[in-house]
Each structure stands twice: as C-alpha cells, then as structure tokens.
C-alpha cells in the first residue's frame, strides 16, 4: 500500500485546512489509519487514529475537539479536518496505516505517507 499526503500549506492562526491520504497499490478499508505530525526540532508525534470502519477515533490531547478525523473507504482515502488552527500545529503531517489496529504508537503502523507541510503564521 502507498499512502499519499496532500492539501497543506499556508494559513493563519484560527483558520482551517483539510488534509487527506490517498492509498493506491491496495485497499485500505481493513487498515486502521493514523495521523501523525513532526515538528522541526521535535519527535514525530500521534495526532489522531481511526478504525477501519470509521466507528471508532482516538485523539491526541492536543488536538481534540479542534481537529476531525474521517475516511471514505469507496474512495481509499482519509482525512483530517483541522479547524482552530495554532502556530504551535505547524509541522510536516503524516498518515500511515496499522494492518492490527489503531494506535498511538509509531512502531504499530506499516505503511506511511511522505507528509505534508503544514504552516500556521500568527
């Protein structure tokens, strides 16, 4: 499976992007799929996960209740809606998949996306 990361960028404090994660090479639709983000200077870390249906996420303490996590397994793709935006959100974003589950850790996914940049000015 290849994961691919888009729709980052540019925006100010308080406004919103939405990311999303294609997959070709395979379906994701029995994966658990994670977001993860790494700041300059700072260790990749778990930003939000969702089961392989959808029925179930979990959230970073960092993130809940400003950013959503979806997917649309017709399309083989996942996002993350980020509203509320902070300077302290900028970071290269990853998506990966866990073919056991979903998550927080690193090490339990297989598959990861190249990022995305994502940058929140002040």
């Known amino acids: 499976v290849q994961l691919q990361a888009s729709g980052g960028g540019l925006v100010q404090a308080g406004g919103s992007l939405r990311l999303s994660c294609a997959a070709s090479?395979?379906?994701?639709?029995?994966?658990?799929m994670g977001w993860f983000r790494q700041a300059p200077g700072k260790e990749r870390e778990f930003v939000q996960s969702?089961?392989?249906?959808?029925?179930?996420?979990y959230y970073g303490d960092h993130v809940k209740g400003r950013f959503t996590i979806s997917r649309d397994n017709a399309k083989n793709t996942m996002y993350l809606q980020m509203n509320s935006l902070k300077p302290e959100d900028t970071a290269v974003y990853y998506c990966?998949?866990?073919?056991?589950?979903?998550?927080?850790?690193?090490?339990?996914?297989?598959?990861w996306g190249q990022g995305t940049l994502v940058t929140v000015s002040s």
């Open positions: 990966a998949a866990d073919s056991t589950g979903y998550g927080s850790s690193r090490s339990e996914y297989d598959y």
């Open positions: 090479g395979g379906s994701i639709s029995t994966y658990g």
């Open positions: 969702i089961s392989w249906n959808g029925g179930r996420t």
